[in-house]
């Protein structure tokens, strides 16, 4: 996997521990302020009587997550002597459906499903390079967002935007790379779908080159 590019001295980079909220495989070390937050909560839920794993429960844990690392980030940027815009001043940008963009990424999204959707799973859904197939595109779909989020948040003079805008396009990047690799790995092992992820290869190269660009 590629490794960010180099920052000037003095200029803010994210932190690695970031990358647990959008890897499939995060780190899963205690000391992670993303993971060990996750863990605690988790036993904060068994011990109330809550499936931590059930959507509701997962998305007000993910919620409250994201919003105290992003407070931790501040204050790295901070410590470097880097203002960044309290994240709580932060307006809300328009909704995904408004960018054409993102609804041309969901529907790719939803190609990448439809190949084990009303059928039995094939043999090539039970792997590795699919686990990724399918992480990785729900991912895209949430960072292209994400960067239009970014980019409407520079033009209004959002500082919190202007370094996130960074992040977040080469964690797309990454996020291609890896759907690319996955499906190469994918396509010598099933005939059935191989005209399929053919497909869903070509489109995703295509959108890499448009969601780049925001």
Excluded at 50 to 67: I, Q, S, T, V
Aim: hydrophobic residues 30%; aromatic residues 12%.
């Amino acid at each position: 996997m590629k490794k960010q590019k180099t920052k000037r001295k003095g200029e803010f980079e994210m932190p690695g521990w970031m990358e647990c909220f959008w890897k499939r495989k995060s780190c899963g070390k205690k000391g992670c302020p993303v993971c060990g937050r996750i863990e605690k909560d988790h036993e904060k839920n068994i011990e109330r009587g809550e499936n931590p794993d059930e959507m509701k429960f997962a998305l007000d844990d993910l919620g409250k997550h994201f919003k105290e690392t992003l407070d931790l980030v501040k204050k790295d940027a901070e410590k470097m002597g880097i203002d960044i815009t309290n994240i709580d001043d932060i307006q809300a940008p328009p909704e995904p459906e408004k960018y054409p963009l993102c609804n041309e990424v969901v529907k790719w999204r939803d190609s990448v499903y439809s190949l084990i959707e009303n059928k039995e799973l094939p043999l090539w859904a039970y792997t590795e390079a699919a686990d990724d197939l399918f992480w990785y595109s729900n991912t895209i779909c949430a960072k292209t967002y994400r960067q239009f989020c970014n980019k409407w948040q520079i033009e209004k003079g959002d500082k919190f935007g202007d370094f996130d805008y960074e992040y977040t396009k080469y964690v797309l990047s990454e996020c291609f790379d890896i759907i690319q690799k996955s499906i190469s790995e994918l396509i010598p092992t099933c005939t059935e779908d191989k005209m399929k992820l053919m497909f869903v290869s070509d489109s995703a190269l295509k959108l890499k080159a448009k969601v780049l660009k925001i």
